[in-house]
């Protein structure tokens, strides 16, 4: 590629993750000439380093344990672990799958592909590292994040979630530090895989943000599964052990023993080193993350920012949202187009999954007032575990509000709660009461039901 080399087109995206991508490809199919700046794989985090790579880990983590309960019901077979490089090698096959699709998808929608590190040069335009200059009418800075450790004496021993997807074999006991999504993902996984995990979380309680309820829920079927969980654990220093190994070192104590693997999963930080934000007028907020407004405009005229970048939901499917609503705007004609960011429904994949849509009962209690709110819970084993006799159950919970009891909330932790949330996201979003849930007939015997019959 010549150093000199210029292009003109209508919109530049810095960043070809999730919401990149997705903008990319939207902007193309209203006919507006795109280039695509990504100096690493295409599919940022979530194909690489995230989802991807996580759910094949969890499936097979799920299938483990499922293989355990398999005796109980006449199968001749032993628990087992999987042979890790297999494992890893179908997830990557996977993933190089994922990648060759998008390569075609590119090249399908004449989109300009630049393998180049990007920086905001002012005037509508992007200068590359690779000395290549886009002039662009419009910007899109879709650069993620990655994650971050604590500034403590022998961070480095630790790894973090990318190097837990570089892994080539199980670590036998493993710390994780951390008690948000990641941290829990992967304690779950790691556990049904055969290492020995111990969770330390610095709060009292895991997955801020969700039900404590179906939290505590799934607090007991993670102790069922044998992880150690640590709560108020205030993390000084990681040391080399003596016979190998890294041991950690609690403030004011001593140093436990020693772990094969530290993983640090205690958050993310926006990638806007740089990016020449300041100089191009790109306003950031004091946590570093890109200021937008609703429609994903930043304080820049012509310069626009989604997903991970701009802070508020860390989730793929927003950041695609984000990405394909602004294009609709900015090429479609579409001059209302944005994204709801309310009763965006998520899921943690533990073991059981736990999932929610809408609002916990505390903040219903704040929003609507107290008396306003009733909450309808059920408590049960599925029956796969009960045909096998495994103490690992399912809770769900609605939190209504005012007389006609609309659900404002949904709070599942269960097998099977990943995939039931979908559609139940959509009722709570449309306004469903709990009549409307109770009209409908359940399916019988499912663990779905359960929500319809709630009482
Ligand atoms: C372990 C893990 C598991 C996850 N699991 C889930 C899940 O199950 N479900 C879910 O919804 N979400 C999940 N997430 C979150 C999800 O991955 C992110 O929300 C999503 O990837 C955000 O997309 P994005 O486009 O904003 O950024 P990213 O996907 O991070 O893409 C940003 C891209 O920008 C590129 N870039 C950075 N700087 C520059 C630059 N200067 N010039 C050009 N390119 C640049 C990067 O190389 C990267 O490819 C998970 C995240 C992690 C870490
Ligand atoms: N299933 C999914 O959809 C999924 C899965 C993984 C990640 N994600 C997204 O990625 C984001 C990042 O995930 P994450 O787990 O890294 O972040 P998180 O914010 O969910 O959790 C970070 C955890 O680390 C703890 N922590 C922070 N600093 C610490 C320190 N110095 N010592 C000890 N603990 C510390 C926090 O208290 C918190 O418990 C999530 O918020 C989510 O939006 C989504």
């Not at 097979?60 to 490089?85: T, Y």
């Not at 090429?331 to 209302?336: E, I, L, M, N, V």
Request: net charge negative.
């Amino acid at each position: 590629m010549s150093a000199a080399r210029r292009l003109h087109v209508d919109l530049a995206v810095v960043g070809g993750g999730s919401g990149g991508l997705a903008a990319a490809f939207r902007a193309a199919s209203h006919g507006a000439r795109v280039a695509l700046l990504e100096p690493g794989e295409l599919g940022g985090t979530c194909v690489n380093v995230g989802c991807v790579p996580k759910k094949a880990m969890w499936l097979a983590a799920d299938l483990g344990a499922r293989l355990g309960h398999a005796k109980a019901l006449g199968f001749p077979v032993e628990p087992a672990c999987p042979d890790w490089a297999q494992l890893v090698a179908s997830r990557q096959g996977y993933i190089a799958n994922i990648h060759a699709s998008y390569r075609r998808r590119i090249d399908e929608a004449g989109i300009v592909l630049l393998p180049a590190r990007g920086r905001l040069a002012g005037n509508g335009r992007v200068d590359c590292d690779d000395g290549t200059q886009v002039e662009a009418e419009h910007i899109l800075l879709a650069t993620g994040g990655r994650p971050v450790r604590p500034d403590i004496p022998g961070a480095e021993l630790g790894i973090d979630s990318d190097g837990f997807f570089a892994l080539s074999a199980a670590p036998a006991r493993v710390a994780i530090i951390g008690g948000g999504y990641i941290g829990v993902e992967l304690a779950g996984v790691l556990q049904a895989l055969g290492s020995q995990v111990e969770l330390f979380v610095r709060g009292d309680d895991l997955l801020k943000g969700f039900d404590p309820d179906v939290v505590e829920r799934l607090r007991g079927n993670m102790h069922q599964a044998g992880i150690a969980l640590h709560f108020g654990y205030s993390l000084a220093a990681l040391e080399p052990g003596e016979g190998g190994g890294v041991r950690l070192r609690e403030r004011g104590g001593d140093a436990g023993n020693p772990f094969d693997a530290v993983i640090f999963a205690t958050g993310r930080r926006p990638n806007t080193d740089g990016l020449g934000l300041e100089a191009a007028g790109v306003r950031t907020a004091d946590d570093g993350h890109i200021e937008v407004d609703a429609y994903q405009a930043t304080s820049a005229e012509r310069i626009h920012a989604v997903g991970d970048v701009t802070g508020r939901l860390a989730l793929t499917p927003v950041a695609i949202a984000e990405g394909r609503r602004l294009m609709d705007r900015l090429f479609g004609g579409d001059t209302d187009a944005c994204v709801d960011h309310a009763q965006v429904p998520t899921v943690v994949f533990s073991h059981p999954p736990l999932g929610k849509v809408g609002l916990t009962e505390a903040e219903a209690r704040e929003r609507f007032g107290g008396d306003a709110v009733s909450c309808h819970r059920t408590t049960f084993r599925p029956m796969l575990h009960a045909l096998a006799d495994v103490q690992q159950h399912s809770m769900f919970k609605a939190v209504c509000v005012g007389e006609e009891q609309r659900v404002v909330g949904l709070h599942l932790v269960g097998e099977a709660a990943d995939e039931i949330l979908q559609g139940f996201a959509v009722a709570v979003k449309m306004g469903a009461t709990l009549a409307d849930f109770h009209a409908t007939v359940a399916i019988h015997p499912t663990s779905a039901e359960e929500i319809v019959l709630l009482r």
